[in-house]
């Protein structure tokens, strides 16, 4: 089974920019749907990015700032986050699921979760 580790959360100013990564390892992360979410204090685990062999989906909130990208040779997805703002502030996870095994805007396609990090966008 996959394991995933994310990074690259960080504090940072409205407008501004921060890429996070999630490495994966024990298996290829092109085997699977690879998604972004985010959790904010009192809230659920909301969809934010999913790439499924290609084709891209993004929540309507982060859509036009936000792009999943893979890394095939690292076996990495990365989560390129632009024009930030102070709502997009939340522990973002990655996770990984079995390609077409659900809607990828769903937490239940997802078997396989990072430990999360902390993104934090001052006003």
């Known amino acids: 089974q996959v394991q995933l580790a994310d990074s690259g959360g960080g504090v940072v100013q409205a407008g501004g920019s921060l890429s996070l990564s999630c490495a994966a390892s024990g298996g290829p992360a092109s085997r699977y749907t690879m998604g972004w979410f985010r959790q904010a204090p009192g809230t659920e685990r909301e969809f934010v990015a999913a790439?499924?062999?290609?084709?891209?989906y993004y929540a309507d909130s982060v859509k036009g700032r936000f792009t999943i990208l893979r890394d095939h040779i690292k076996n990495m997805v990365n989560l390129q986050m632009n024009n930030l703002k102070p709502e997009d502030t939340a522990i973002y996870y990655c996770?990984?699921?079995?390609?077409?095994?659900?809607?990828?805007?769903?937490?239940?396609?997802?078997?396989?979760w990072g430990q999360g990090t902390q993104v934090t966008v001052s006003s």
């Open positions: 996770a990984a699921g079995l390609p077409y095994s659900g809607s990828v805007t769903a937490r239940g396609t997802y078997s396989y």
């Open positions: 790439d499924i062999g290609g084709s891209t």
